[in-house]
């Protein structure tokens, strides 16, 4: 992979451009979007992140950058509907297969209207640019390619870039470098 800072001011100049606010790839493809990253880089990559979120918000871009969490998700759901206790509860008794398994069973993990889609579907505005993040703290109760799939099955106007600690070669994610996940063959790799 190139240097990550080049990479990322790639990445910035694409943001830029029309076309890719727009939201349409090849074939007139919904815009879905992979920045694969060495997991080693991950505290950069959120620097980097935050940097381009409060860049955004301080200009007058004809689009805004929002950032979703999908740990920091999870967890105010959980926290929401008064289980993050009981998870912890959970956890101690049964382990963490049981837990991983009833959390995601909670989120609907493997449904289009599941939580943690309906969460990011609900606060999405006209001329977004969606980042997802934090596909390595929450796996493998949430996985990237559900999500990716369950979000194309219901947002198709606005460009989403999942950042991803691992690689994806246009075809398979490998998260971490080490754990093969299904594949997904409709996201775009952002910048090489």
């Given at each position: 992979?190139?240097?990550?800072?080049?990479?990322?001011?790639?990445?910035?100049?694409?943001?830029?451009?029309?076309?890719?606010?727009?939201?349409?790839?090849?074939?007139?493809?919904?815009g879905?979007?992979?920045?694969?990253?060495?997991?080693?880089?991950?505290?950069?990559v959120?620097?980097?992140?935050?940097?381009?979120?409060?860049?955004?918000?301080?200009?007058?871009?004809?689009?805004?950058?929002?950032?979703?969490?999908?740990?920091?998700?999870?967890?105010?759901?959980?926290?929401?509907?008064?289980?993050?206790?009981?998870?912890?509860?959970?956890?101690?008794?049964?382990?963490?297969?049981?837990?991983?398994?009833?959390?995601?069973?909670?989120?609907?993990?493997?449904?289009?209207?599941?939580?943690?889609?309906?969460?990011?579907?609900?606060?999405?505005?006209?001329?977004?640019?969606?980042?997802?993040?934090?596909?390595?703290?929450c796996?493998?109760?949430?996985?990237?390619?559900?999500?990716?799939?369950?979000?194309?099955?219901?947002?198709?106007?606005?460009?989403?870039?999942?950042?991803?600690?691992?690689?994806?070669?246009?075809?398979?994610?490998?998260?971490?470098?080490?754990?093969?996940?299904?594949?997904?063959?409709?996201?775009?790799?952002?910048?090489g």
């Amino acid at each position: 992979m190139a240097d990550l800072n080049e990479r990322f001011d790639k990445a910035e100049l694409i943001f830029e451009k029309p076309s890719f606010r727009e939201n349409k790839g090849l074939g007139n493809e919904v815009g879905y979007y992979i920045f694969d990253y060495e997991p080693c880089d991950e505290l950069k990559v959120r620097e980097r992140i935050e940097y381009l979120q409060h860049k955004n918000e301080g200009s007058k871009s004809e689009y805004k950058i929002v950032v979703f969490d999908l740990y920091d998700i999870m967890i105010e759901i959980l926290k929401s509907k008064g289980y993050l206790e009981k998870c912890f509860e959970l956890e101690k008794k049964k382990g963490f297969q049981k837990i991983s398994t009833a959390v995601a069973n909670l989120l609907r993990i493997n449904a289009t209207d599941g939580l943690v889609v309906e969460y990011i579907r609900k606060r999405i505005q006209k001329n977004a640019i969606v980042f997802i993040t934090g596909i390595g703290k929450c796996y493998p109760i949430i996985r990237s390619h559900t999500v990716l799939n369950n979000l194309h099955q219901v947002i198709d106007s606005v460009p989403i870039v999942m950042f991803y600690p691992g690689k994806y070669d246009g075809q398979e994610l490998v998260l971490f470098g080490e754990i093969k996940d299904d594949n997904y063959y409709r996201a775009f790799k952002l910048v090489g």
